[in-house]
């Protein structure tokens, strides 16, 4: 039996202490808490986005066919304008997706940075890392 | 306003690198009092990684009257009790076999360290958990029994009798070798 108070007892316990001791600075683990919560962030921010947009889809379906009698004049006019305004749109979400994604993982996308939507973990000067 | 709490209150405004800094600072101390606690090392950091993760959701709700260190562990602590929940025993063995290698070259040293990791495992959690902070952390008592939920007097006898248990394992390997 050792005894509790002498120096050889302080001297064990602090070599098992010692062993389970995570390094002072860990970049990985870091990285990977970061990951988890950027994670998290795109699921809470597709949740949001659900809430709204299973709603909007319903009403729109509903009040379609009133709709498109009452827009069919101004689209038939638009004809030619109508292509480009959903491509312009659709390359502006995928500019807004990615960067997000980019912000989310760290990565740094300079001129594209006015895209990203701020609040939250988005400073002004602070994607999460 | 110290340092830690200057860090939260950028990190509720928004501040990912102050939160990074959190996460930084305090990494080291919750990941040794999970890997204690769990005795599994990659358990241990996986449940550390939720806990900071959990920390950042909670951030509102952490009020300053205990140390960012404190309610670390509290989290980390409630992580650890669902865990074991979860848990099989036979994970437990095998991530004990794993870290039997890590530690390295046989000999006296190193069954010194067995026999009292063997020890701590066998501790009952709250007796583990009290051991971590107040030996192996330098926790006040009154810090732990803040991040334990438990009254002071509690932890105090906690780790009376889990020094008591680990330093009596380590003098029956010393008197079988």
Not at chain 1, 38 to 52: A, C, D, F, S, T
Request: charged share 20%; glycine share 8%.
């Amino acid at each position: 039996m050792i005894d509790p108070e002498s120096v050889e007892a302080d001297a064990a316990l602090s070599r098992l202490w010692a062993r389970d001791e995570a390094p002072e600075v860990d970049p990985a683990f870091a990285f990977g808490v970061s990951a988890r919560i950027g994670r998290r962030q795109i699921l809470r921010e597709v949740g949001e986005v659900v809430v709204w947009a299973v709603p909007a889809a319903a009403i729109t379906w509903a009040i379609w066919p009133s709709v498109s009698q009452a827009v069919a004049p101004v689209l038939e006019g638009a004809g030619s304008i109508g292509p480009v305004l959903v491509i312009v749109s659709a390359t502006v979400f995928a500019l807004w997706s990615a960067t997000r994604l980019f912000s989310l993982t760290g990565m740094d996308f300079g001129a594209l940075e006015f895209l990203l939507p701020r609040g939250r973990l988005n400073g002004p000067h602070d994607g999460f890392r | 306003m110290d340092l830690d709490a200057e860090l939260v209150a950028q990190a509720r405004r928004g501040s990912a690198q102050a939160f990074d800094r959190l996460v930084s600072k305090h990494q080291q101390a919750v990941r040794g009092f999970l890997r204690r606690v769990c005795g599994d090392w990659s358990d241990a950091d996986d449940l550390a990684q939720d806990t900071f993760v959990a920390a950042w959701a909670g951030l509102a709700r952490f009020k300053g009257g205990s140390s960012v260190r404190s309610w670390l562990c509290a989290i980390a602590y409630r992580k650890a009790l669902s865990h074991r929940r979860s848990a099989t025993r036979s994970a437990a063995r095998d991530g004990a076999f794993a870290q039997l290698e890590a530690i390295g070259s046989p000999g006296a040293d190193a069954d010194n360290c067995l026999a009292l990791a063997d020890a701590l495992k066998g501790l009952p959690i709250e007796q583990r958990a009290a051991v971590s902070l107040c030996l192996a952390a330098d926790f006040s008592h009154s810090e732990a029994a803040q991040a334990l939920g438990m009254p002071v007097g509690t932890v105090k006898s906690h780790v009376a009798r889990g020094r008591a248990k680990l330093l009596e394992a380590l003098g029956d390997d010393h008197d079988r070798s």
